[in-house]
């Protein structure tokens, strides 16, 4: 731990604010790799009900004969090429985070339309993140007061 003096207050002050904003930006960077990483994983497999989420809907016979017929495995809700799940990318700026996918296809598999049901994957994964959230902040944290 540092010394703090009465000659060195105000470059302590300056210290610490400028600390905390490295602080804020290294955890956000965090929870957000984190939570693209998750994200990327629920690509391909059924989901479970989670956090408010309803559990994945079985892909339609025509979906998975469609599939077979392009080539790729039926039943592998999703997961084609792979270009939704390598589309899942993230930005930090300061403190806040955006985790997403620029494909129409992401905001229609997240929320579903009227021909295809939800298969939430970005809304859970940071659900679940949250939840582990300490695990990932307090090592930051300690770090910065080293």
Do not use: C
């Not at 905390?20 to 009900?49: D, M």
């Not at 930090?92 to 494909?103: E, K, Q, T």
């Amino acid at each position: 731990m540092k010394e703090i003096s009465l000659e060195n207050f105000g470059d302590a002050l300056s210290s610490l604010s400028s600390a905390a904003a490295s602080v804020q930006n290294g955890i956000a960077h965090a929870l957000a790799k984190e939570i693209q990483e998750r994200a990327k994983g629920k690509i391909g497999e059924y989901q479970p009900a989670s956090h408010g989420f309803d559990a994945w809907a079985p892909l339609a016979q025509s979906t998975m004969d469609q599939r077979v017929s392009a080539g790729y495995p039926a039943n592998n809700p999703l997961l084609r090429s792979g270009e939704l799940r390598d589309s899942i990318d993230m930005r930090v700026d300061g403190n806040a985070a955006i985790i997403g996918s620029p494909l129409d296809i992401s905001l229609y598999q997240e929320v579903g339309t009227e021909t295809i049901p939800p298969r939430p994957y970005l809304g859970p994964a940071a659900e679940e993140v949250m939840d582990s959230a300490p695990e990932i902040i307090i090592p930051i944290i300690t770090s910065a007061l080293r």
